[in-house]
């Protein structure tokens, strides 16, 4: 049976369909030159449909095409109970599942808080803003005790559109200015630096390109096994208009999502 592409609008069967969307993320790896031959890959590891998606293509590319990378998976414990905690017992599977092993490091080790204690102290008032930059550094230590190369995230085309419709709305240039110096010079690349060391570490993303929908159908027609409860902080966030303004804009035009990138 064939369905039409969110991304192009062509209809594929599902094995074509399979066989365009990793072949897209071969391309893109391949020609931001990503990875070289031997590096030690920390995937960061959410349990949600992006992060579980990202690791299952990443051993399946890995193994196709012999990039030569060892995988690790790096979870990160926000102390969200209810959340974390039930998404954790899926990246347990996925380890599992996927034969790579996976480190979990938890905020209340890292800084002596969690994100509940958090609320508790300031309200439901920019949670995550307070928890993006803890699990920013977060998953940097991990990087740094796990000695890894380099550091995929899950975030997908939607996820940076989203960020460049956000600053516009908030009237945020210096911010804007430096994402869209991060779209044109970084290439997908985005160097990070270590707290405690001068190295730095390649935090990549493979699914710079790749549509949020089609990871969801990519999930759901492989089967996947990945955690779909929202955050119960995430509705306070600034970020859900800028989503559902570009959800908008991509049911009038399914190519705006790319749209907004590449202009």
């Known amino acids: 049976m064939n369905r039409k592409r969110p991304k ?3 209809a594929l069967c599902k094995e ?13 790896i391949k020609s931001a030159s990503l990875f070289s031959k031997g590096d030690y890959v920390a995937i960061a590891a959410s349990g949600g449909k992006d992060s579980t998606v990202l690791a299952y293509i990443m051993k399946l590319l890995n ?11 790096l979870s990160i414990d926000e102390g969200i109970t209810g959340y974390r905690d039930d998404s954790l017992e899926t ?16 905020y209340d080790e890292l800084y002596g808080w969690t994100m509940d204690r958090i609320v508790e102290k300031i309200g439901r008032k ?31 085309a939607d996820d940076i559109a989203e960020t460049v419709i956000m600053n516009i709305l908030r009237g945020d240039i210096a ?5 869209i110096l991060y779209i044109l010079c970084t290439s997908i690349h985005e160097k990070i630096k270590q707290y405690s060391s001068e190295d730095k570490i390649s935090r990549c993303k493979p699914f710079k390109y790749t549509y949020e ?4 159908m990519y999930a759901y027609f492989k089967k996947l096994d990945y955690f779909t409860t929202e955050c119960i902080y995430s509705p306070n966030a ?9 959800k908008d804009l991509e049911r009038i035009r399914p190519s705006a999502i790319i749209d907004v990138i590449h202009s």
Not at 21 to 28: A, G, L, V, W
Not at 127 to 146: I, S, Y
């Open 16 to 28: 074509c369909f399979f066989w365009a969307f990793e072949e897209e993320i071969h391309c893109t």
């Open 175 to 179: 911010r804007l200015q430096s994402i």
């Open 91 to 106: 990246v347990k599977r996925n380890e599992v599942q996927y034969g790579i092993p996976l480190k979990i490091l938890s």
């Open 238 to 246: 600034y970020r859900g208009h800028a989503r559902a303004y570009l």
């Open 63 to 73: 193994d196709r095409y012999n990039y030569g990378l060892k995988l690790v998976l």
């Open 126 to 156: 920019n949670n995550c803003t307070f928890c993006g930059v803890f699990r920013r550094q977060a998953l940097d230590r991990g990087a740094e005790l796990l000695k890894v190369d380099k550091i995929v995230t899950g975030h997908n």
């Open 8 to 10: 192009t609008g062509g």
């Open 213 to 216: 929908k089609e990871i969801v």
